[in-house]
């Protein structure tokens, strides 16, 4: 029997939580069984259970992971204040960001599904969702960000539904169009929120 090294053991279970993360996004969670994801991986079924407790933990693990890299590259590298949140929602109602959702925001493409999962994966979605939100509060509200919290999350909300509808129209001008409004819509709440805290 072939023993990997505790670092192996590590890169590995990245692969799965990346090829994972991509797969859910563009299948959907219950459209993805364990087979295919171990293939995208490309490991056997076998190796599955070295890395993870069952699918449930991959999911929570992968959501998680998927809203950190969401903060790290998108939140945590925008500018200070309006000028970043301008960015923010730039970004998040892009066509590139409606065209590509296996690499875009997990909420967008499987938000009706983690609302069917486990505590877990919906804690862990929490804590993510919530990372991102409250870097979008810092920028908003420097002085009190938490006096913002709650507008801020239904901005967010109305973004995600904003490019799920995108996503689905097959009139790619409508769709362009939604997403244009879409901004100036978010861009306005954002601005009244910022003056009314």
């Not at 449930?56 to 693990?61: G, I, K, M, R």
């Not at 992971?65 to 309006?82: D, F, H, M, S, T």
């Not at 970043?84 to 590139?96: D, F, K, N, T």
Request: net charge neutral; with cysteine.
């Amino acid at each position: 029997m072939v023993r990997y090294s505790k670092e192996h053991k590590q890169v590995t279970r990245r692969r799965i939580i990346e090829t994972a993360g991509r797969r859910f996004k563009r299948d959907g969670i219950d459209g993805s069984g364990i087979s295919t994801l171990m293939a995208d991986a490309g490991l056997t079924n076998g190796a599955f259970y070295a890395h993870f407790e069952s699918k449930d933990d991959l999911v929570a693990t992968a959501v998680a992971e998927q809203l950190r890299a969401q903060y790290a590259n998108v939140v945590g590298q925008a500018a200070p204040g309006i000028a970043g949140l301008e960015q923010i929602v730039r970004w998040y109602l892009s066509p590139q960001h409606r065209d590509s959702p296996d690499d875009g925001c997990p909420s967008a493409a499987l938000l009706d599904e983690i609302g069917r999962c486990p505590d877990a994966t919906r804690q862990a979605y929490t804590d993510g969702v919530l990372a991102v939100v409250d870097g979008i509060c810092e920028r908003l509200a420097p002085a009190d960000p938490r006096s913002v919290r709650t507008k801020t999350l239904g901005v967010y909300a109305m973004m995600v539904g904003t490019l799920q509808l995108a996503r689905a129209l097959a009139d790619k001008r409508l769709a362009d169009d939604l997403l244009e409004q879409g901004i100036r819509n978010a861009l306005g709440l954002l601005a009244a929120a910022e003056q009314a805290g």
